[in-house]
T-cell receptor, first 114, second 110 residues
Framework: KAGVTQTPRYLIKTRGQQVTLSCSPI?????VSWYQQTPGQGLQFLFE???????NKGNFPGRFSGRQFSNSRSEMNVSTLELGDSALYLC?????????????FGPGTRLTVL | QKEVEQNSGPLSVPEGAIASLNCTYS??????FFWYRQYSGKSPELIMS????GDKEDGRFTAQLNKASQYVSLLIRDSQPSDSATYLC??????????FGIGTKLQVIP
């Protein structure tokens, strides 16, 4: 079974631009979560989608948004990029999103904002 | 107070020794607990999950959960240099709102 895939793997943008990241979950998985990882803050939860609905959201500004499609693929968008948005963005998929379901991570997208 | 606390390390152990990694969490309603291993420059890899009090063993890894003390630990027996990585403790408070600790960096010295 193929793992979680994320595209692109690397991105370089400048302040003020916007960016869209894509995540394809493991086949059969319906829940997709997004995380931001930085050296100082560790892994921070952004949001979780299940069956095209956002069920949970972390403490990030409205510039961070996401969506999920009917095939469970998910995208996240960051508008008006700031230097502090430079980070590794990870998505993780799980089967149904119920409390005990294990999450599996993709390779991540490394975003650099100049 | 952070929701999931780990000592950031580094924790150094000699090859062949037992490495003990610890984690405490604040949400008493948490139901599922995970340990991930993350090599430098890579994404986290799930190595253990535990849902009920007690021990769960998988090869050289043992996860221990004590909900009364809000404490989760990971033991790595016969530590190998290839175990050198950052170990992330994760706690699921429901609907995949998973909170991660900062991670403990483990160094296994040959």
């Amino acid at each position: 079974k193929a793992g979680v895939t994320q595209t692109p793997r690397y991105l370089i943008k400048t302040r003020g631009q916007q960016v869209t990241l894509s995540c394809s979950p493991i086949s059969g998985h319906r829940s997709v979560s997004w995380y931001q990882q930085t050296p100082g803050q560790g892994l921070q939860f952004l949001f979780e989608y299940f069956s095209e609905t956002q069920r949970n959201k972390g403490n990030f500004p409205g510039r961070f948004s996401g969506r999920q499609f009917s095939n469970s693929r998910s995208e996240m968008n960051v508008s008006t990029l700031e230097l502090g948005d430079s980070a590794l963005y990870l998505c993780a998929s799980s089967f149904s999103g119920q409390g005990n379901n294990e999450q599996f991570f993709g390779p991540g997208t490394r975003l650099t904002v100049l | 107070q952070k929701e999931v606390e780990q000592n950031s390390g580094p924790l150094s152990v000699p090859e062949g020794a037992i490495a003990s990694l610890n984690c405490t969490y604040s949400d008493r309603g948490s139901q599922s607990f995970f340990w991930y291993r993350q090599y430098s420059g890579k994404s986290p890899e799930l190595i253990m999950s535990i849902y009920s009090n007690g021990d769960k063993e998988d090869g050289r890894f043992t996860a221990q959960l004590n909900k009364a003390s809000q404490y989760v630990s990971l033991l790595i027996r016969d530590s190998q240099p290839s175990d050198s990585a950052t170990y992330l403790c994760a706690v699921n408070g429901g609907y995949q709102k998973v909170t991660f600790g900062i991670g403990t960096k483990l160094q296994v010295i040959p």
